[in-house]
């Protein structure tokens, strides 16, 4: 088995004349294609469509070349490109490989990136941001780690989860049936729903014990935390998406994957350890997630990132991480996702690099 | 003659409670302060009302103790603390030495910190962002130079400027005398305003010349600009402070600045260029201009800046450049401001550090 | 022959649940269907990707009941549901009708509602905003007219035209070919393509002459405007679409149309002058068009959405006039479109409602 | 004792020229002045500094004129000024008459617009958005309603209150402190205590009763409110300042004030009655509040203010109730502040106007 990832501009979230080029050309081949990670120039919060526009997009093209099976494939949109972060799609693959093919790259007892999928069950309104979305979220985690034929959890390097969101509907929805909801503000739940489903990673990778989890915890008790969860929420879907990235000796080929932590949104210094560990390798991808220090300050200096109505902090975050991410790596097509409650510690966030190997 | 630089957070435009503090302990002189530039936690756009604030609380807070006198001071806001840039103030002051106090760390003949100050006329509505600025501002750049005791245009590492803009009313004003203006939009003005006091500074560093520059160049000849000038747009005056930085034999003291210039807005080597230089130095503050890209690219990927109808793209560019830089010298509260057209390459922008000698 | 026009809400912009309860129940025959008008709830400016997701939706849902067919109907999404306007389509059919199909509310003689479509060559970005637009406009609308079997240019109540604007990626090309563009700022280009296409009205309606129309008067000589006219700009398309709303003997069935002007955006006199001729009919639908007075003041009283770097003023104007419709005729599910350059007078705009005649 | 009111026009915070020239010409003296509640041009959410500006600027204004006294003055910014509402201060005096200056138009007998202040203690931020700040409330309104010489709850018609809000700094402080905090979104802190404060002066008026109310009604049980409350929150004030405006026999002169219930944002027709029911009398000036309606409906159509992430519901609020009661009255300069939690049933509030009897 090998796994492989190609990442492809877009002009727009509907764009896919560059996909089209990459099938066309043989560099992406739809009936291996599992996943796919996007930034899309939305803005990331409530009323972003960018997210669900580009997933009926993708759809509609790998349903041109595949039929029905192209609504198996992960579409997991992150909205928000501030400052220079630049819309681009992450295709990502999987195949059987003949012997004979077997990339000299890589060698015998040598681990090779090994992705995995699942899914949770669909969420009523009334469990996102609570304990039951935790638990299924660490379920859909083991069963992925599973399906990457990953063995041990410090192989797995980045787990990207696309969870649900709480609108206005759902909310109304929620109280006709006498329910509450962890908030009433749309754009507070999507903070919720992925401190959450980041616990839920914590727990999956053993960073965290299930019986230390209180509903109180969730978006509270910040010491909590993955780190590897980078987890995105969206208006688009009403489970979670499940997508761990690791290393494997029972996956072969060039790439591999590496992680560290930010220990804020300007500790670029996080990404360049991973890049001198690795000197060898070319860059294939750079993973990331942004936040807004929830103590109001950064390296002692006070920000103004919470106070602002005008603008929500998850976008100033994914500004300055994009932008301080790029300067390390040069290159500004990157995935930064925002909004990182219990993914990493306070302020900080998991950044991972896809790597292939050079010849 | 030493000139001296010292940074003071606030809390809110109108706080001047540090400050207060740094007089009493004789950190701050009053009678020897001769500008500051603030970092305002506005929009950094038209109806950025922070600016004003500051400056009104910085009179109150200087009348106090130097009386009119304190109107003299130049006041320089920058809105906008995007990301992580940090609100504060920049205090500058000027002051006669005694023989007996010339400080050690400054040898015989090596050149100090030496900032000068001007003033243009006032601007009516339809000079704004026309050569006539352009020239008016020439001319008060030059006189700041000789106010600072600068002998080479070499030794200019930073010329900071605040401008006027077009407000709807100046606008309205200036249409019932039946004046054209350069613009009817009154953010677009900023931009205009900005790029005419940047050639200002390039015509009197001899970077380019008065007779090459019409009024078609401004904000469209690109290739024209200062690698010094920051010019800052606000609606707080009419006509423009003049704040010329740079190093002179005639001035003592332990402070000095050098300057770089960033190819793009992730450019974070110029800086690291600057530190590399000046490894025996402690950094005092950051100065740095952001823009971003006109081509609508950085590294040839596409960016989003522009076409955002939701955030101004000048607040995009204040988030990444303070984010990178922040990331290099380790210290968010640094001075950003945004908008460079002229102000280095299309893209980029200055970068400068004050620098005060170690013991 | 008779068109019919029905409001159809949507709970996102790709949300045709509604509209497949309507094809099911036999209220909208898709085979009928000549063009659908949107309220999408993006922020109606530049990078507003609802209309292109609604746009795209629309076309997918009826391409299963007429196929190819579906990419001849006329989608013309309007941006932004500021305030209490609500999502909506209005569906607009046209249909041949039997002789003894003749419904009893018309009578002979009688005028009823006319519908006809057309559209412009695509243009190309240099030509945006200019003569060329208007021209092209002005051939396009009279075509419109002879389509709807309208014979008296008075019996045009309302000209609903969707045109393109300047993206950087089109300003980008057009420089690249040495072309000049009408502006450099994209929000400012939807104006552009608003006014040029308002003027192509007023010309084809014999409102304003050809010959009196300068590419200086675009976007300036604001005395020069169509009362029927209502443009939207978005990205979703490079040419114009026309439809124009009318009365005619030449069509039969319920359905008529009125309109009037507001001379500002809190005219709600407009509205129930109207309302007020018509006693006998039931409202059907509101059209009507929105925009921040240019002079910066509305009776007599400064407003401050020009000045607004926060918020759009087409935002801003688009909340005030749907509120101020939706509070006359009691309904906040409306059709309020915003930027009326050249539509009605200075900070007006016209206003028409689709009334169907009772039993 | 006669109570009197004037609005002036602002053209930017700081701007007190039109309220010199009304000083210089008599119609304002300044040693009677007792409050200034004023329409600034901020975004009426957390980092509104308009606000805290024109504080500054009318306390100096009027120092000048009564020294120390000026701190006396209540004043009263709330912020916003969306759509078409005009930045203006409205000026409250009260004054000793004497028996010869009796003004003809009002009877024996008559009641005349009596106005009332109170302040409360300063809240810690824990107590904030919670009972005891209801409680606190309470009793400032009714030595206000003392204050101002009104007998009968039925007389009082609006009460106006400015109170605080919770910024990352005080919640900082409050953790710090071991305390909780009733809510950590500083922009949702802003419902907390306006709620907070409509129910204290519902307690007041004996709307609803201080048993009735426990900490989980505060913007929960909407079906508890004050029907004549109007409370404005922001961050330059730690206590809330209580205006009371109602009629009384005991106060002489031309004005008088009287309210009406507007049940939703478009109940234009709540304004009507008043002025249907005074047609005798001249408008002075018009309050009255706004919200987005917490059921994501109106009149049951579907509205988009509570999700979206780029524009805060209050002022999509602010944007609609000014046009709409604009549009009734004819007068842009009005009075309308977001967010009416417990203020009138749920998605609409209060809404009075302040007459003058006609010679």
């Keep these: ?202 727990i999956a990778l053993k960073e965290v014990w299930e019986e230390d989890i209180t509903n109180e915890d969730i978006c509270h008790s910040w010491e909590k935390y993955s780190t590897v969860a980078s987890t995105s929420a969206g208006s688009e879907l009403e489970y979670c998406e499940v997508i761990v990235f690791g290393n494997s000796v029972h996956v072969e080929g060039p790439f591999f994957i590496a992680h560290d932590v930010m220990k804020d949104a300007i500790d670029g210094e996080a990404l360049r350890r991973i890049l001198h560990d690795h000197p060898e390798a070319a860059v294939v991808q750079v993973l990331a997630k942004a936040e807004a220090d929830p103590s109001g300050f950064i390296r002692e200096h006070r920000h103004t990132m919470l106070d602002d109505s005008d603008i929500n902090h998850t976008r100033h975050a994914r500004a300055v991480v994009g932008g301080v991410l790029a300067s390390v790596c040069g290159d500004p097509m990157i995935y930064v996702s925002g909004g990182a409650e219990h993914q990493g510690p306070a302020g900080g966030g998991p950044v991972a690099i896809i790597f292939e190997r050079r010849g």
């Design 1 to 202: 088995m090998r796994c492989s990832v190609i990442r492809v501009p877009h002009r727009s979230p509907d764009d896919v004349e560059l996909l089209q080029h990459n099938v066309e050309n043989g560099t992406i081949h739809p009936a291996d294609v599992i996943a796919v990670l996007g930034k899309t120039e939305g803005n990331g919060c409530v009323n972003d469509f960018t997210r669900g526009y580009a997933v009926r997009s993708l759809n509609s093209f790998f349903q041109k070349f595949v039929g029905e099976a192209a609504s198996e494939i992960s579409y997991v949109m992150s909205g928000g490109t501030e400052g220079i972060l630049s819309p681009h799609f992450t295709v990502i693959s999987k195949s059987l490989v003949a012997e004979s093919e077997i990339n000299s790259k890589s060698q015998v007892g040598e681990k090779s990136l090994a992705i995995g999928i699942a899914k949770t069950p669909v969420f009523k309104p009334e469990e996102l941001g609570r304990l039951s979305q935790v638990k299924e979220v660490a379920k859909a985690v083991q069963k992925a780690i599973e399906d990457a034929k990953i063995e041990d959890v410090a192989d797995v390097h980045f787990v990207q989860i696309k969870c649900p969101l709480l609108t206005a509907d759902a909310i109304f929805d929620a109280k006709q049936r006498g329910q509450s909801v962890v908030t009433e503000e749309t754009y507070k739940s999507m903070g919720y729903s992925r401190g959450a489903s980041a616990l839920g990673v914590a």
